[in-house]
């Protein structure tokens, strides 16, 4: 985050005073307007902006699991199964399989689990196993042994 808003300035401050110095010369640039170079800064902070929010969106969602993750302990379950035939607009379909008893028709209800970054991707091997923590009904996280492919779990709406 800090090299991203380090690089904006930079380059927003470094375009801006070599415009001003006459060292570069961009087509329209003698408008005072701003031309090209306010079309380059507008897109640059755009980017920016873009950046920004996706990175305090996953900051959010890592922000929701450590609470769930400090109020429960992880437990193995049986599986994951996503349902194909649903759509959710929030993340992927689930149920849970939280007994190795219970058959995959039979599950618990189902859930929406999206991840940090990239919130529709459902990994394969948690319909194998994987481990949980959180709630039965309410939310919770849902993730591969090891602790890798984190997604956070929450009742459809």
Excluded at 16 to 22: D, R
Excluded at 70 to 93: F, M, N, Q, S, T
Excluded at 138 to 155: A, I
Aim: proline share 4%.
């Amino acid at each position: 985050m800090s090299l991203a808003t380090f690089l904006f300035v930079a380059s927003f401050i470094t375009l801006s005073v070599l415009q001003g110095f006459g060292i570069i010369t961009l087509p329209g640039s003698e408008k005072k307007d701003g031309g090209l170079l306010g079309l380059i800064l507008t897109l640059l902070l755009f980017v920016y902006v873009a950046f920004l929010y996706l990175y305090v969106s996953s900051l959010r969602c890592l922000k929701r699991i450590r609470r769930v993750l400090e109020a429960h302990p992880w437990r193995p379950i049986a599986g994951a199964h996503r349902h194909r035939a649903l759509k959710d607009a929030a993340g992927v379909p689930i149920q849970l399989q939280l007994n190795a008893a219970t058959d995959s028709t039979k599950s618990d209800g189902f859930m929406s689990a999206r991840g940090t970054v990239h919130r529709r991707r459902w990994p394969q091997a948690m319909e194998h196993g994987a481990w949980y923590a959180g709630d039965a009904d309410g939310h919770g996280v849902l993730g591969l042994p090891g602790g890798t492919d984190l997604m956070e779990v929450q009742p459809r709406r």
